[in-house]
């Protein structure tokens, strides 16, 4: 047999096919999304996102990425894991305004550091579009991301490990049945293996609690009672953001890392449908679209989106590569968000399947950033590198407090990511070496995202 015949026009496929496939799209894409916003609630004391707000702006901002793209990019814009430190870090801020404040009281804070994060990425793209991308890339290279990256991941290991001991059974199953789908999952199971971890390891819990099983402390595996009381049809339960500087130097630095991660998934894509378009519709107006989708999910209280890795392998496996299917998804998703019960029967998943699945997810986020190292091929036997490195790693994992100072009668926290973030750019910037070319290494400069899934068929492609 020959190889499947790539498709840049899902018209021909007629109206059922191409609601079929994009179908494969929202389910791809389901598993990661939704988890974001039940990790934060975990963070959140259960006062976190919410489910129904997150599916509607990946379906929305996917839409308004389509538009400032030209309608060219076959991208989904899905729940960000790169902001789950930021979260974290914002619940249990405790200086200043926060010292009293609920956990619900913080969320709207680490809402509006999303927007400012979003806003970045207009600010990336402008300058993009002004001096090109190759300069600005510069001061952004491998040597200052991948350390960022690696610290995004580690910085969240022990709260992979507290949820999983709610109940170690339950999160080993989590865990294994993650692994068993990404290793020797083939088509379309290879694509989702968070969305079956998930699945398969509530199917388990659901018969653990018919037997009579508990979790660790006593407490019932599984509550059904809000999914009874739940309507069918309702609106997202938006909330408005709330500045203040404190949680902006919290989230805004993590957009280094997604910027990062937006650039290698656009040229991931490009790779895998043939088309350049860092060039055309051009890296600035792909940017301007995630930014402005990030920024106005924060507003209104959702995660950050970030174009997602999990539907780039589906275009591979389909060979489908029309934007029109991924729109089709879109549409699936805001059309979800409308209603309850699906979201209340997502938020009964419980903590010990959270923290099974965050084993993995956690590790691979720090390994992404150690093959964003390697990939690019940073040379450690140059002392610059090693002191860019060695600063960002200590930084980031060891100011676990941050600094905090006031200004003007107001108390500002630098927390240990923004620390990391500022000294790693500014070393770089100021050490002399830096011998950074971006797009001389197109495989590096492709894996260079903190996604899940990074496929051997882009990697081909590549």
Known sequence: MGEKQAIYDATTLGKPKMLILGLQHMFAMFGATILVPILVNSYFGGEGLSVQVTLFFAGL???????????????????SFAFLGGF???????????????????????CGGIVVAGLLYLVLGVIIKVVGVKKVMRFLP????????????????????????MNWFLAFVALAVVIAFNIWGKGMWKIIPILMGVVISYVVAV???????????????????????????????????????????????????????????????????????????GLHRTLFGDG??????????????????????????????DPKVVRIAACYAIVVSFIPKIADVIGTMP???????????????????????VENKVDFTKSRNLIVAAVILVSGLGFSDGITFVVAGTSITLTSLAIAALLG???????????????????????RGVSFNNHDEEEKRA
């Open 61 to 79: 901002g996917t839409l308004l990425f389509h538009v400032f793209s030209k309608f060219k990019v076959p991208a989904f814009l899905g729940s």
């Open 292 to 321: 402005l989708a990030t920024a106005m999910a924060g507003l209104f209280g959702g995660p950050a989106n970030t174009t997602y890795g999990e539907n780039t392998g589906v275009l591979e496996l389909s060979k489908v590569y």
């Open 351 to 373: 903590t010990a399947i959270i923290g099974g699945i965050s084993f993995v997810l956690y590790g691979m986020i720090s390994a992404i950033g150690v093959r964003n190292v």
């Open 207 to 281: 018969v653990m609690q018919l037997i009579g099983f508990t979790n660790a402390d006593g407490s019932a595996i599984l509550n059904f009672e809000p999914i009874a009381q739940a309507s069918w049809v309702g609106l997202p339960p938006f909330l408005i953001a709330k500045f203040d500087i404190t949680a902006i130097l919290v989230m805004a630095p993590i957009a280094l890392a997604t910027m990062m991660e937006h650039v290698g998934d656009i040229s991931a894509i490009s790779a895998t449908t043939g088309n350049n378009f860092i060039e055309e519709p």
């Open 142 to 165: 491998p040597v200052v991301t991948g350390p960022i990256i690696i610290c995004i991941g580690l910085s969240l290991a022990p709260s992979a490990v507290s949820n999983a001991s």
């Open 88 to 110: 974290a870090t914002v619940a249990e801020l405790n200086t200043g305004k926060f010292a009293n404040m609920t956990y619900g009281e913080k969320l709207p804070y680490a």
């Open 425 to 447: 750019i500014i070393l770089n910037a100021v050490l002399p070496g830096n011998d950074y070319n971006f797009g001389v290494n197109h495989k590096g400069d492709i894996n």
